[in-house]
């Protein structure tokens, strides 16, 4: 029977503090699990690998006598590279270079000419590090390959998208791992590519199919509330401790609540869109609705964004809006509100609509009973209770003429509800409990493995039960607890087992329990008619 051996790629976010139930499941079920060997130098540099001249000296030499066509076409050891590194390079370029009109095509060639022509060197580095991580995982498979399975976190970085090429080849199965907003669960998906926004969630069937697996009960929904309102009071409080921010505009004005994301998340690189520079879509958006409309326009900038990046002396999305307003709107000020750290739930009541890129504070929203208008493709869209769309003329002509509404009917709140009970019967609590479920439903657990699991639980088993009978002859009792499940669906085998375990296991179907009869040879039937 195949045992499970796990490759761990990023023992920074894959731990017990994090993932507590992946590592409960790997010491329940004895899985193999090993940390794979990285290159200190060259992790958690997000793209910026100026500093590291002397590991990349040899490599960047070769890369610089390339001209255009060549750097874009360059392969190493059969992958080419700039699909493998854009990502994390455009996270860290799209924070210092000025593109023009803020206007970043969502496109690879696109992507390319502009870095090559403003970015060069940054390239030539990222480059470099792509063509040293192919290298490193090269000869680690070459020594290694008997791995079932590989842990990966979002895989948007040169490390893991290089990691995830080799995992195709050797065989193992990649496990993509992303944290959720609760802050209580996590992504666990079988997944080829970069999981933010991309989660299979975004397809409509697989929900569909989720729903299929049991009607949704008063309890999950009750989850689904519970988890909601504790998310909505932890942040509330948080904020509301350190926020100084205040809001005077005109009560009598519809107010429209553009919720703001860090624009260097791999969630918009990953968009659907087809310009990619959050700053540049957000500008463009208050610039429609200051223009069309007479909205009061509040912007709500990620808290954390500005002071992460002030260390490194680059503007936050809060002081480039801020800025822009300053600018382009200074008579109508009093129409427009920037803050950071005010209260979602506060903000929630004086608006009117909410609109974001991806955001998954829409999910808080739609918790708060607005029907949030999105842009870039999120994986919750197109599931009935957002407005999806892809042009803003065409979203303020919708609000204006009364076809878009800004609250979700009871039908649409449903249809939310249902959403994200899928997605806590898709997605990892924290908690042991609910692993093996969700595992289970992953593409590549087959028969063999689920048999596995099967065998193991049912040796487990008979251990704890030969342990409780002999715990009771020497005169300990230890009660074993099993799930009620197994209760309610084995009561009458137990029963048997416990009359008569010598025989119950002898004469049992399953062949492999027969071994175990000589562990109660005390407890032998007696023949009939003998005294």
Known sequence: MRKLHFLNSDNYHI??????????????????????????????????????????????????????????????LGKKLFPLVYRELLSFAIKYLTWPDEYIKNDL??????????????????????????RHWQEYFRKRRNFTHCLIYSASDIKTATLLEFIRVYGAKPVILETFYTGEHYHMERLYESVPNRSELRFANLCRARLKEGPVSLTERKNVARTCSKINSVFSRLNAASNTEQLQLDASKKTLLVLGQVYDDYSIIN???????????????????????????????????????????????????????????????DRIAVV????????????????????????????????????????????????DCQDIDACVRGIKDGGMHNKLTLEEFQKYEEFMVVVFRHVMPKARAEFDKVWTRLPDCDDETIAYYKEFRTNNLIGKLAGNLAGNILGKKEDVVLPSSFTARFGNALKLFRKDPHGYLGNNRRRYLHPFRHLFFWAKSKPRGSR
């Open 15 to 76: 731990k017990p503090k994090n993932m507590a139930s992946l590592f409960g499941f790997i010491t329940e079920y004895g899985v193999s699990a090993v940390n794979a060997p990285g290159i200190p130098e060259l992790e958690r540099c997000f793209g910026d690998y100026r500093e590291k001249g002397a590991v990349l000296e040899e490599t960047f030499r070769h890369l610089v006598d390339l001209d255009r066509e060549q750097l874009w076409n360059y392969t190493c």
């Open 109 to 134: 060639r696109f992507l390319f000419d502009f870095l090559y022509d403003n970015a060069n060197a940054d390239l030539l580095s990222n480059y470099a590090v792509g063509i040293i991580w192919l």
């Open 271 to 333: 968009s659907g869109m087809d310009n990619v520079s959050s700053i540049g879509f957000y500008k463009r958006v208050i610039a429609k609705f200051m223009e069309q409309t007479d909205f009061n326009i509040i912007f709500k900038a990620h808290p954390w964004e500005r002071e992460k990046l002030s260390s490194k002396h680059l503007k936050s999305t809060y002081e480039h809006i801020v800025e822009y307003c300053q600018n382009t709107f200074p008579d109508q000020m």
């Open 340 to 387: 950071e750290k005010y209260p979602l739930s506060q903000l929630f009541r004086k608006a009117d609509w909410v609109l974001a890129i991806n955001s998954q504070s829409v999910l808080e929203a739609a918790f708060a009973g607005f029907k949030g208008i999105v842009f870039g493709n999120p994986f919750y869209g197109r599931k009935g209770f957002t407005w």
